[in-house]
């Protein structure tokens, strides 16, 4: 009996280790966001602060412990075998949603996910509690279910998200009262105190409060620091004052820079001392349940109550770094890091460009009703007023950055990001609430964008809805979370091993599943990130590699569509249509990113600009071809109607090949910019013209014949329509690419 729970508790810290990758994976962007963000130091000095504060952070967990061993239950009510059971149900939960949740890009939170699996399955093992007392038993389930604690938690979880994105807005308008966008100047005279203010904030919340966690703070220590907090706050804030202006004056140090570095810092520091519980609390609540039934030989695993939870336990310095280990490889190793990163980055950024989301009625209705608000607080304020504040929020129109350099935001904001919210969090963390450090990075990030004026009237709908998206996507982790985990530890209760056994492998098959589809997305994304490498030198080049990748996908979709409508195969109609739709998003992506692109370029080069849209335009026209042509196919083969006959085949398959010859055509001469064979290509296109032409002729006289319905006609009517426009839009593309090319010759031998 002994080797099965010794076993399930060496499962648990199996899936404590996937937890900390999968968890580390995700939250990366609480602490590395503002930093990336603003370019504040090489990507390697950025991670190598960042893996310290966490290894630093780690120790300063222990006192979080608790709130996986008595925060949502009493564990006194429940015996081994069922805290077993609770242990075991959260984590398979935790590891399969987190996994899911991270591998199609869902906001979560592992905060969240921990404290309603917790509640899931310990409210689940309670209610088969209940259901077997005795009928004059008094007991409820507030007798098991510690819900004072639980709504403490969930409240300030909730509430974390209003503070942050208050704070953070009203302290980055300060900021950005006091330095504006061209804060160089000022900084020279007020850096000092500004960086001095900052990391004094730091050191005492991660210090003084933070510290009273920490696994390696005696009572004497602790009670020192406790004594002398106003001496350390005042020696702080004059040292780290005076030494930094000093720096400054004397060396040109860029006081922001070492405030968002400490400020990272901090942030890894307070993501490790607060949220390393989700990922090793329960498994350490396992291990220590484990060594209270061993201790007492004989003992019943139905009948021992696990009282000894109760008690207050030290987590032991060792364990706490071996997690922080873990995460720090993970940092480091894991390929997530730059997609997860993104998404915040792009509600945040201070420029135009694509959204990563649309506009929905809730979204229009809030950016409409802060308009008018707008309008009317302005009627208040004398005009004088107005003009100045307005003055301090001009962003600077001149950059010295290039389209792969430039920040998404400027170091002001950076440091803000990473100030209020490692304070927030280290504080929280000293009240032993485990609030969500996703929540928390993540609605500062919001409110000091807002404050920033960087949601403007051109992008301000589609970023509202990006945040109110990630807010739903937090309910939906809390009711995943908890339905599953009460599932879960039902299904582990009645089933016992075979039910265990069954949902361990079920989570691996889950986790490899998703990690292969991950893998398969990123070998399908082409290379967007071409246009942010476009320079006034090499804009006819990275176009050329555009183009080619676009025309070699959508010869290769063409190809597939007409096979999977022939065959009847949806499997393969699906998933052509699946890749066909990121393919128009990434060309989206292109040409909503045209006016970055075309600011790069200088003055005197609207030709290039005027050739460059025109290539742009054609390119996004082939998408939409080859995406009217996949839909009514997929949709004509899942709704079962008639399949193509035998001459609509073998004219389809003449049309593929056909197809197939002019995009390889017009690829290789734009790829070798070689374009004597251009007339050749066109005539090719007239014959092909002619051919679609004679098809539809053949399908009017079918049609006449009564060998084909309406569907089928329809269908092809529309795959023929279609090509044809597919055609003319390439030969077009050739064309403008031609121009454009022979365009930036005729400079550089001018030049």
């Not at 504060?53 to 006194?76: C, D």
């Not at 997690?323 to 490889?329: D, Q, R």
């Not at 080619?548 to 009847?568: A, C, Q, R, W």
């Not at 390889?664 to 070689?674: Q, S, T, Y």
Request: charged residues 20%.
């Amino acid at each position: 009996m002994i080797t099965i729970y010794i076993t399930l508790v060496g499962i648990l810290i199996l899936l404590a280790i996937s937890d900390l990758v999968v968890g580390v994976s995700n939250d990366a962007v609480n602490f590395l966001n503002s930093a990336i963000g603003s370019k504040a130091a090489p990507f390697k000095v950025i991670m190598i602060v960042a893996a310290v504060g966490i290894l630093v952070g780690a120790t300063f967990s222990s006192g979080m412990m608790e709130v996986a061993r008595k925060g949502i239950f009493h564990p006194q009510e429940f015996y081994f075998s069922e805290i077993m059971f609770i242990f075991l149900a959260v984590m398979v939960t935790d590891v399969i949603l987190l996994d899911l949740f991270n591998t199609f890009g869902l906001p979560t939170s592992t905060t969240v996910s921990i404290v309603f699996e917790l509640l899931g399955a310990a409210v689940a093992i309670s209610v088969i509690k209940l259901t077997n007392l005795p009928e004059d038993s008094t007991k409820e389930l507030g007798d098991f279910i510690n819900s004072g604690k639980a709504l403490a938690i969930i409240s300030g979880i909730l509430l974390s998200v209003v503070v942050a994105f208050s704070v953070g807005a009203i302290v980055q308008y300060i900021a950005r009262l006091l330095f504006s966008f061209n804060y160089k100047k000022r900084l020279k005279y007020f850096g000092g105190l500004w960086g001095g203010f900052a990391i004094t904030a730091i050191t005492y919340f991660i210090l003084i409060k933070g510290a009273k966690g920490a696994s390696f703070m005696t009572d004497e220590l602790k009670d020192m620091i406790q004594n002398n907090t106003l001496l350390i706050l005042v020696g702080s804030f004059v040292a780290w004052t005076v030494l930094l202006q000093l720096l400054n004056w004397l060396v040109k140090l860029n006081i922001l820079k070492v405030i968002v570095l400490v400020g990272t810092f901090a942030l890894a520091m307070a993501f490790a001392g607060n949220d390393l519980v989700n990922f090793i609390g329960v498994p350490l609540a396992g291990l220590e349940s484990l060594k209270a039934f061993v201790a007492n030989p004989g003992a019943d695993p139905n009948l021992f109550l696990m009282e000894s939870l109760q008690g207050k336990v030290q987590t032991p310095t060792f364990y706490l770094l071996i997690a922080g280990l873990i995460m720090v490889l993970t940092l480091w190793l894991s390929k997530k890091a730059k997609r997860v990163v993104k998404t915040t980055l792009d509600l945040s950024r201070q420029t135009e460009g694509d959204e990563r989301f649309g506009s929905s009625a809730i979204s229009r209705s809030l950016v409409r009703s802060s308009l008018n608000l707008g309008k009317i607080i302005s009627y208040f304020v004398p005009a004088k007023i107005q003009k100045g504040i307005q003055k301090q929020f001009e962003p600077l129109k001149e950059t010295t950055h290039s389209a792969t350099e430039e920040p998404a935001f400027d170091l002001i904001r950076a440091s803000v990001n990473l100030v209020v919210a490692s304070v927030l969090i280290a504080f929280a963390t000293s009240l032993k609430l485990p609030l969500s450090t996703t929540y928390v990075t993540f609605m500062v990030v919001m409110g000091t964008s807002l404050s920033d004026k960087a949601w403007g009237r051109e992008s301000a709908v589609y970023r509202v809805t990006g945040v109110l998206s990630v807010i739903g996507g937090w309910f939906f982790t809390a009711l995943s979370a908890f339905t599953v985990a009460f599932i879960l530890a039902l299904l582990f209760y009645w089933g016992g091993v075979y039910a265990i056994s069954g949902m361990i492998i079920i989570a691996i098959l889950v986790i490899y599943r998703t990690h292969g589809t991950r893998k398969n997305k990123d070998d399908d994304l082409i290379d967007t990130e071409t246009l942010e490498e476009i320079s006034e030198k090499n804009i006819v080049q990275r176009c050329n590699l555009t183009v080619n990748s676009i025309l070699v996908k959508i010869n290769d979709f063409y190809s597939e569509v007409i096979d999977g409508t022939i065959n009847e195969d949806l499997k393969k109609l699906k998933s052509v249509s699946k890749r066909i739709r990121q393919l128009n998003k990434e060309s989206k992506e292109l040409k909503d990113n045209l006016n970055s692109t075309i600011t790069k370029l200088h003055e005197d080069s609207i030709e290039s600009a005027h050739f460059y849209v025109q290539v742009l335009d054609y390119l996004r026209e082939l998408v939409h071809n080859i995406t009217f042509i996949s839909k009514p196919c997929r949709d004509h083969v899942d709704n079962n109607h008639k399949s193509l006959i035998e001459a609509q085949i073998d004219e389809l398959n003449a049309l593929k090949g056909e197809v197939s010859s002019i995009l390889m055509g017009v690829r290789e001469a734009i790829a070798d910019c070689n374009y004597q064979n251009i007339d050749m290509i066109i005539d090719h296109q007239h014959e092909l013209l002619d051919k679609l032409g004679s098809i539809k002729k053949k399908q009017i006289k079918r049609i006449k014949r009564v060998e084909v319905g309406t569907k089928n006609s329809l269908l092809y009517f529309t795959i023929t329509n279609e090509t044809k426009n597919l055609i003319l839009n390439v030969i077009n593309l050739l064309k403008s690419q031609r121009d454009f090319t022979m365009f930036d010759e005729e400079q550089n031998r001018k030049n």
